[in-house]
């Protein structure tokens, strides 16, 4: 392993990258060809008409994001650390390809936002005391949230006439059954 530069600093384990270098051999080469295909796809000037397109550009952007950070990560032996982003990595990509090829439920899964908003705001409240956040503002995010929970209500039960309570997600299929419509994506 050569030494570092004076007055330089190696964060992570140096053994590991330096194995991660042989057992990678072409590594840099593919880093840099990806970096250039990311900069096509995400540095330029954007032309997004709706809220689904911005969507899948910034969805986009944080999918590339985690995989860069779980091969800097890798690189310097904290596959545990990279094993928790893949997870994530994952399921945002899963959600991505699902919703390319659903683009009529990109709303729902925007809607999905208010809920969370006002569930966070609930939990807050709940810790903080009513007076941490303006009633104006409160009233504003339960009003966005109660103008769409009905979009998200599911049976308790599959009896006919059971009650409804609001689903946990945005969307009525579980997270493995999305994955599955994704074609190939979801076998992994």
């Given at each position: 392993?050569?030494?570092?530069?004076?007055?330089?600093?190696?964060?992570?384990?140096?053994?590991?990258?330096?194995?991660?270098?042989?057992?990678?051999?072409?590594?840099?080469?593919m880093m840099?060809?990806?970096?250039?295909?990311?900069?096509?796809?995400?540095?330029?000037?954007?032309?997004?008409?709706?809220?689904?397109?911005?969507?899948?550009?910034?969805?986009?952007?944080?999918?590339?994001?985690?995989f860069?950070?779980?091969?800097?990560?890798?690189?310097?032996?904290?596959?545990?650390a990279?094993?928790?982003?893949?997870?994530?990595?994952?399921?945002?990509?899963?959600t991505?390809e699902?919703?390319?090829?659903?683009?009529?439920?990109a709303?729902?899964?925007?809607?999905?936002?208010?809920?969370?908003?006002?569930?966070?705001?609930?939990?807050?409240?709940?810790?903080?005391?009513?007076?941490?956040?303006?009633?104006?503002?409160?009233?504003?995010?339960?009003?966005?949230?109660?103008?769409?929970?009905?979009d998200?209500?599911?049976?308790?039960?599959?009896?006919?006439?059971?009650?409804?309570?609001?689903?946990?997600?945005?969307?009525?299929?579980?997270?493995?059954?999305?994955?599955?419509?994704?074609?190939?994506?979801?076998?992994?």
């Amino acid at each position: 392993m050569p030494e570092l530069p004076a007055g330089s600093v190696m964060y992570g384990y140096p053994e590991e990258c330096a194995r991660f270098s042989a057992r990678h051999p072409l590594w840099e080469e593919m880093m840099a060809n990806l970096a250039k295909a990311l900069d096509i796809a995400f540095t330029r000037v954007q032309t997004m008409d709706s809220n689904g397109d911005r969507f899948v550009y910034f969805f986009g952007r944080v999918i590339s994001e985690d995989f860069m950070e779980i091969t800097l990560i890798s690189q310097h032996g904290y596959g545990v650390a990279a094993s928790k982003l893949v997870r994530s990595m994952y399921e945002f990509t899963v959600t991505l390809e699902y919703l390319h090829k659903h683009p009529e439920e990109a709303g729902m899964f925007l809607d999905y936002h208010l809920i969370q908003r006002d569930k966070l705001l609930s939990r807050i409240i709940e810790i903080f005391g009513e007076n941490i956040i303006d009633a104006k503002a409160t009233a504003e995010v339960r009003k966005k949230a109660a103008d769409v929970k009905r979009d998200f209500m599911i049976p308790v039960c599959e009896h006919p006439g059971a009650k409804m309570r609001l689903n946990h997600t945005w969307n009525k299929l579980d997270f493995v059954s999305m994955a599955k419509t994704t074609g190939a994506l979801g076998d992994l």
